[in-house]
């Protein structure tokens, strides 16, 4: 057989979309590829916004999902990854609402319908772009199982949870205080809200006592008080002062009147009250805080709104204030207040302000009719699933999080006052006021009989679709071959930043309805940060487009940051790169700080694995490829000892969830190992060796690159499939897989400790006089002369001595190896354990000219010593700071090390 040829470079642009198109048409991506009788291993994709353009996040969780799927796919189960994404329900609605904005109307000018079905549209448009994106970075999804959170079958499974929970009593409608984004308008989840620090104004005033003159002072003609948000005081139904408050505890039953408005309102005691605070009096507001609200409960204080679904004041400000911005009106009432004397001071204050995640607005709170689920039984549920081991979180610390959250949680408010999304299945009728919650839309009132029924207009919280998303993508709730056969799902792979949004919610979901955990482990990624550790924000300039990274980007796609670093644009780097990037620089629930310089250093290793096949492959003249039995040489046991280390080191790492580790030891033995040592070692054998040790090497090159590229492939699936599939036409062996996504993993053979120590010896030797040429500069085409003293491993060095030369360029008429040599004088000795290696200088160095360099060297250094010692001896020492003085300490010290180098190199030259 010939040597085999390969195109001289890699180019992933033409390589990818070819490859991934093979791997789909042959159907490589469902589980029925694998016996009927393997395990399975089932993923389901945390599914991408229908809105989304691809961001590093996405590419994270496809880089990791998709490297577990191919792994498992290799050890033969029956691996599923179910792919499918989310209809999003705030932001799609945004996105329609803003293409209206542009032709002049808003969804209220054209109704639901139109609107719905002009989103449809949208979605049909745009909805396939994030799927496109996720294809090209190598998602082996099986697409014929793809989900849309809106589809037919998701639809219905969600009216049915939404009824199981009615009728089980975990579902009611009622009124209690929500967070409302009015940009949005609609009601937003706790978990929708962010708090962001920021300045603002702390607002003291007098709250006058009926019948009392105010100029009697405090605590007697008012009760001080102080808020950051005065328009509220409009909305006050109460005073409240903690029990043992001497100040105040003569004034509880006392009746206050709100300011400007002079409405009575009543002082109370609750010891909820921080006497140390502010002015240690609170103005309860029942309708717009929500510890105000549990206060107000408890107390049964009446409830005012105060503020609109607009954030304008209503009529119960009075007619003053009503219609205003809440903004204006804080302006407005307080000149009054100072007008009519109420006012103390103002002072510059730091607060939590709530904003909409999805609007950025200030969010308000406001009691409003909605619908909530009774949560807290769903939650023990979902403690118990994690706290006896039937669920595993990774990394552990965030099972304490997740407690947490758990514990104190509050019922979920799931109505959302939108468009787009599941509709509320429950219908009001207009003759008895009852209500009618059913999964197919009923056409009469099921307590009355009558026809006049009307649908709640409100939709469900895009997360309570998300949360059946395990078992409603197999099927559920009808009893399918895909749900028996792949529920419970093994992972959920997700970013750690929304394991209350939507994990906890699959648990306790799917606890309840399956009454089985959706998933035995919760793997978290982390956060992708820039190189220097930012958040990416267009504002920084920072953000990073992965199909950039892929392609390549000229630089005016670039921000201005990473402009910085490319003027002349991104280089074309492709999938496999970005994705060993993210994969070996990423630990579980950790951020991961993403440098483009290492994501170039992984293009290169993809460069370096397609030459190192294509120069193997250029080699291969065998017929056969089949190793002997016995009687390998040193080189080919302990690569292949290494090997076996390797696979079973990576196995191992891989079955823990250290994918991160297990891809750094890949780089290192592929690199490391076999290129840099093994790969120099064979040419011996190739260029000079007899034709069996020869047909020898060339069976054991094939064998490790066989196995290597199956380890590298799930971390970078398309060079390796590409470089083996040349690889497995070189070998002409009829029995190697169809492709290599679906070859078997890997299994290790035994360890050969004595090859690797003897080869470890040789490789430290080499390794020695390598260095010792680079500190003399030497040529590099210079062979030069060598003696080792090896005692007992003279044998053993001397049957490895061609390596020796060959590798450390030592002239082989000029190798003496011996159990015994004394020191030769004017030599340079390398001790390597119990071996000496001794390099006569006059094959390093011009020793005259050498001397002379050193000598004016160590003057010249001995100089700068004597003045900084002088230095630190004087006036200097008691005059500059401490950090001067310490940094000419340290300059000292590097001086006097240099000055004893020299010192050593003029004796060895001696």
């Known amino acids: 057989m010939a040597a085999f040829e390969m195109p001289k470079t890699y180019d992933p642009s033409a390589s990818e979309r070819r490859i991934y198109e093979w791997w789909e048409q ?62 999003a329900g705030i932001a799609t609605q945004l996105q329609v609402e803003k293409m209206l904005a542009k032709e002049g109307v808003r969804r209220q000018d054209i109704g639901r319908e139109e609107f719905l079905r002009r989103t449809w549209e949208w979605k049909e448009k745009y909805g396939g772009h994030i799927v496109r994106q996720l294809r090209r970075l190598g998602a082996s999804c099986d697409w014929d199982r793809m989900r849309f959170t809106l589809d037919e079958g998701l639809s219905r499974a969600v009216r049915e949870a939404f009824v199981r929970l009615y009728r089980m009593g975990l579902i009611y409608r009622g009124e209690y205080l929500i967070n409302w984004s009015p940009g949005l308008q609609t009601a937003v989840s706790d978990l929708e809200v962010e708090y962001s620090e920021e300045n603002a104004t702390m607002y003291y005033f007098k709250y006058p006592i009926a019948g009392a003159d105010l100029d009697d002072g405090p605590g007697v003609g008012y009760i001080p008080v102080a808020t950051v948000r005065p328009e509220t005081i409009l909305g006050d139904t ?10 105040y505890r003569h004034l509880i039953g006392a009746t206050c009147l709100v300011p400007i408005l002079k409405r009575p309102i009543p002082v109370i005691h609750d010891t909820y009250v921080e006497m140390g605070f502010g002015t240690g009096a609170l103005k309860i507001t029942p309708g717009h805080d929500p510890n105000d609200f549990a206060i107000g409960q408890r107390h049964g204080l009446p409830i005012i709104s105060v503020l609109d679904r607009d954030a304008r004041m209503s ?30 001071k103002t002072e510059p204050y730091r607060t939590q302000v709530p904003r909409s995640q999805r609007g950025g607005e200030i969010v308000e709170p406001m009691v409003s009719t909605q619908w909530f689920v009774k949560i807290k039984p769903l939650a023990d549920m979902g403690l118990e699933a994690v706290r006896s081991g039937r669920i595993t979180i990774i990394p552990e610390r965030f099972t304490r999080v997740y407690y947490n959250w758990l514990e104190n949680i509050r019922d979920w408010c799931i109505s959302r006052q939108l468009w787009w999304g599941h509709r509320i299945p429950a219908w009001y009728c207009a003759d008895c006021r009852g209500t009618t919650v059913a999964a197919t839309d009923p056409t009469r009132c099921q307590h009355c009989g009558s026809t006049r029924i009307e649908q709640d207009p409100d939709v469900l919280d ?102 910085q670093q490319y003027p002349d644009g991104i280089p074309a780097m492709g999938a496999d790169a970005l994705r060993f990037t993210l994969l070996t620089g990423s630990t579980p629930g950790t951020d991961t700080n993403l440098s483009l310089q290492r994501v170039e250093s992984n293009r290169n290793f993809t460069n370096k694995i397609w030459n190192a096949v294509r120069f193997v492959l250029s080699q291969l003249e065998a017929s ?6 016995s009687g390998l040489q040193l080189p080919e046991r302990w690569i292949l000892s290494r090997l076996s280390a390797t696979i079973s080191d990576v196995t191992r790492l891989m079955d823990t969830f250290q994918y991160g580790e297990a891809g750094r030891q890949l780089y290192e ?32 090159l094939v064998k490790v690159l066989d196995e290597t590229l199956r380890l590298l492939h799930p971390f970078i699936p398309f060079v390796t499939e590409e470089t083996w599939g040349y690889l497995k036409q070189a070998a002409g062996d009829a029995t190697w897989p169809a492709g290599l996504i679906v070859a078997p993993w890997p299994e290790p053979g035994p360890r050969d400790e004595a090859a690797e120590a003897e080869m470890g010896l040789v490789m430290e030797i080499v390794r020695a006089i390598r260095n010792a040429r680079a500190e003399y500069d030497v040529k590099p085409g210079q062979l030069i002369a060598a003696e080792i003293s090896a005692g007992e491993r003279a044998e053993q060095l001397q049957a490895q001595a061609e390596i020796l030369c060959s590798l450390a360029r030592l ?4 190798l003496l190896i011996a159990a015994h040599r004394d020191a ?87």
């Open 811 to 814: 002239d082989p008429a000029r």
């Open 624 to 629: 056969s490829f089949q190793l002997p039995a």
């Open 462 to 563: 895009t997360w309570f679709s998300s949360g059946l998303w395990p078992f409603s993508t197999l099927g559920w709730p009808d009893d399918t071959p895909d749900l028996r056969r792949f529920y419970p799902t093994t992972v959920m792979e997700t970013g750690y930043d929304i394991i209350f949004f939507w994990v906890a919610r699959m648990i306790m979901q799917g606890l309840l309805f399956t009454n089985d955990i959706p998933f035995e482990t919760v793997y978290l990624h982390g956060i992708i940060r820039d190189d220097q550790g930012r958040k990416m924000s267009k504002t920084t300039g920072n953000v990073l487009d992965p199909i950039a990274l892929l392609d390549g980007a000229r630089p005016e796609a670039l921000g201005d940051y990473v402009r």
């Open 315 to 344: 009529a119960e400000a009075g007619p003053r204030y009503a219609g205003l911005d809440r903004f204006e009106c804080r302006k407005k009432l307080w000149a009054d207040m100072e007008a009519a004397g109420l006012t103390i």
């Open 669 to 700: 033995f592929f690199w490391g190992e076999f290129c840099d040592w093994y790969l120099e070692m064979s040419k011996n054998a190739i260029y000079r060796g007899e034709a069996a040790t020869k047909a020898q090497t060339q069976a054991v």
């Open 26 to 87: 042959s159907g490589f991506f469902k589980p029925e590829i694998a016996p009927p009788d393997a395990a399975p291993f089932v993923i389901a994709i945390p599914p991408p916004n229908v809105t989304g353009e691809l961001h590093l996040g996405h590419a994270m969780f496809v880089s990791l999902e998709d490297l577990m799927i191919r792994y498992k796919r290799m050890r033969g189960y029956a691996a599923l990854w179910v792919p499918g994404y989310d209809h």
């Open 238 to 247: 109460a005073v409240a002062v903690h029990p043992d408050d001497e100040r």
């Open 824 to 910: 030769p004088a004017q030599a340079l000795t390398l001790v390597t354990g119990a071996v000496s290696t001794y390099l006569p200088l006059a094959d390093l160095v011009d020793l005259a000219a050498e001397r002379s360099k050193l000598q004016k060297e160590l003057a010249e250094t001995e100089a700068q010593a004597a003045r900084s010692e002088n230095l630190l001896g004087g006036p200097f020492a008691q005059r500059a700071p401490a950090n001067v003085i310490q940094r000419e300490r340290d300059k000292l010290a590097e001086l006097q090390a240099r000055a004893e180098q020299l010192r050593a190199r003029l004796a060895d030259l001696a």
